[in-house]
Structure formats: C-alpha cells, structure tokens
C-alpha cells in the first residue's frame, strides 16, 4: 500500500521525468488514468495521472533531484510515513510545464 497517492487533474506528460530522476531501486510508480491506446508501440511514453510513492524515505531522496518531488516532499514531508496520504497536484513546476514532449520521451526511453 503507497504511502502516498499523487493524483494530477489531467494525465501529464512527465515519465521520462519521473524515470531520470528516480534511483534504480524506488519504490516510487506512476500510472496513467486511462489505459492507453497502444502500449506496444515503438516509442510509446505513457502519460501520468497518479504517482504512488511507497515509501516516505524515497520521496525525500528523488526530491533533491527535481522540482517537482522537491514540491510534493515539502507538502508531506510532515505527514506521518505510517499513515496513508492523498494530494492533488493543480500544477506543474515551470521547468516541467517547459519540457517538451519531444524531450519527454528521451528521457524515457533513456531511463525506462
């Protein structure tokens, strides 16, 4: 069971964000809100619409890495790690609101 859900208002394109900033071995996963169309295909780069952070301890660490965990962790960084948490993120941080989709997918196919 995560520890924390961070659920977006809209499916946004940061998985290859979220795959270069996290460590090799984290306990942090995302998912899209809806199944995409075709997941095979060459070059698909899911979307994200909730990340499930399963452990309080990896999101401080992949929060040092990017703005985006830096916001989440200083929103729950007080939140008891034996409780379940739920927040809804209404924004990005601009540098992710600025990465392209081109860039996106780089990042994913270099990280995934």
């Known amino acids: 069971m995560p ?4 659920c977006f208002y809209d499916e946004v394109d940061i998985a290859g964000h979220i795959a270069a900033s996290r460590p090799e071995e984290s306990s942090i ?4 809100y809806c199944y995409p ?3 095979d295909a060459e070059g698909f780069t899911p979307k994200v619409g909730t990340i499930m952070v399963h ?3 990896d999101c401080e660490e992949i929060s040092k890495n990017s703005t985006l965990f ?6 729950l960084k007080h939140c008891d ?7 809804l993120v209404d924004t990005l941080p601009d540098d992710l609101k600025a990465l392209t989709e081109e860039e996106n997918k ?7």
């Open 29 to 32: 996963r995302f998912s899209p």
């Open 37 to 39: 169309t075709n997941p």
């Open 55 to 57: 452990d309080k301890s």
């Open 3 to 6: 520890w924390a859900y961070v």
């Open 106 to 112: 780089k990042l994913w196919l270099m990280n995934s």
């Open 70 to 75: 830096n916001n989440i962790w200083n929103e």
């Open 81 to 87: 790690k034996d409780r379940d948490w739920l927040l």
